[in-house]
């Protein structure tokens, strides 16, 4: 089945430098890419996601690029504020009658004032 | 409007105490799923209901069971279970089998 690893785990920048959080997938047929954002005792919240079809796509300050021939994806937030301070979660899919997301295991990301 | 409502938020139960968790959706979505999340840990999925079909993960033991009055509406039955049960049990939704899934707020459940 799918294996998604994350890195880093911890990620500590300062307010207005950018962070970046690198996945990589082990199933060549997964296609679709989310990430997650998630505050403490909250629920994850989808932030951007991207399909197989397309290299980079970009939301305001997140970014996210998919290298299919390296089974890797990125994540880019950049000019980060505290209120980005969380957990951020990539995952990876196959449609295969049903879309089951397997998870990375996540990055806490602080930024500090 | 990509609200997934779920009732209740908190849950305390005992060992030989039947519960059920509910979850709803009014966004017309044909599949919705359960996750359970242990602290610092990512979501694991458990069932999926998807077009009013049921699929398991068969690592999920009996104790839970699933039930699909609606395809609005989405429920999860507990029954004996374990105190390494107690988790986050998230609800999510999406319009089809193939689209972006959509998160509840979570139950907080503990097992006594």
């Known amino acids: 089945g799918e294996n998604v690893e994350q890195h880093p785990s911890t990620l500590s920048v300062q307010e207005g430098d950018s962070a970046v959080i690198k996945c990589t997938y082990s199933?060549?047929?997964?296609?679709?890419f989310p990430w997650y954002k998630q505050e403490l005792g909250k629920r994850p919240q989808l932030i951007i996601d991207?399909?197989?079809?397309?290299g980079e796509k970009k939301d305001q300050r997140i970014a996210v690029t998919l290298n299919k021939t390296a089974k890797h994806f990125s994540l880019h937030i950049t000019e980060t504020q505290p209120e980005d301070s969380a957990v951020y979660f990539c995952?990876?899919?196959?449609?295969?009658?049903?879309?089951?997301?397997?998870f990375g295991t996540g990055t806490r990301l602080l930024v500090s004032p | 409007d990509t609200e997934v409502t779920q009732t209740p938020k908190h849950l305390v139960m005992g060992m030989t105490n039947k519960k059920s968790l509910k979850c709803e959706q009014h966004?017309?979505?044909?599949?919705m799923y359960w996750y359970k999340q242990k602290a610092k840990k990512p979501p694991e999925l458990m069932f999926v209901y998807s077009y009013e079909k049921l699929s398991i993960n068969e690592s999920v033991p009996s104790r839970f069971s699933p039930e699909c009055p609606n395809s609005s509406l989405l429920n999860l039955h507990l029954h004996a279970l374990q105190p390494e049960d107690s988790a986050l049990y998230l609800c999510?939704?999406?319009?089809?089998?193939?689209?972006?899934?959509?998160f509840g707020p979570g139950t907080r459940l503990l097992v006594l």
């Open positions: 199933d060549s047929a997964s296609n679709y």
């Open positions: 966004m017309g979505h044909r599949a």
């Open positions: 999510a939704s999406s319009q089809g089998d193939r689209e972006t899934q959509y």
């Open positions: 991207i399909r197989s079809n397309v």
């Open positions: 995952a990876a899919s196959r449609n295969t009658g049903f879309q089951k997301l397997v």
